[in-house]
């Protein structure tokens, strides 16, 4: 008998998930008709942010606690030689990151009802590790091997090889996670899964 009420317990929980969950989906298609969310300032949002923390990281770690560079480190003749000179590009550096965290704020604001969809937190995430890895990507290619205004670390020999292991550490693998989380989808629970739940559920009343 007690075996029956187990079972029938876990029926009904079942049902009730499944209705709950086609609720939830049936819900989330109603928020995109009636109120249809501002996607790609949600994305932008997340690519901005994780833009501007990639910078911050690598102003904060690089330039200041390990000091292995200044943003200007690479141009030695006058006036950039001046200490004054490289402490004030760093300042107007951080400065750039902070008015692009404040756009990614702002269109995150502006996009916050995506939130209320599924899987919108993952989606973020997903971005601000693509922008954070980007910054990184850019700031390789452009100031270290094009302008070639600073590199990783200017007290040694060998500078290539710290820039290639950045750009590889923090950038192309940084994206490349950012791109795996995007694509990612998690799979329904099984059957198995959820009657194991509904017994762990109706297990104490019991």
Known sequence: MRNQCLLSGARIQTD????????????DHRIEAIMPPNYRSFHWAGYCIGFALGGFFDGILLHQVLQWHHFLSGWTQTPFNDPRIQILADGLFHAAMYVIAAVGIWKLVRARHVFALKAANRMLGANALIG???WHVLDSVLSHWILGIHHVRMDVPDRLFWDV??????????VAAGILLRRWREPPPSGKDRRARSRSAIGPAL
């Open 132 to 134: 954070f890895g980007s």
């Open 165 to 174: 292991l950045w750009f590889l550490l923090f950038g192309v693998l940084f």
């Open 16 to 27: 009730v998930f499944e209705t709950t969950r086609e609720a939830a989906k049936a819900m």
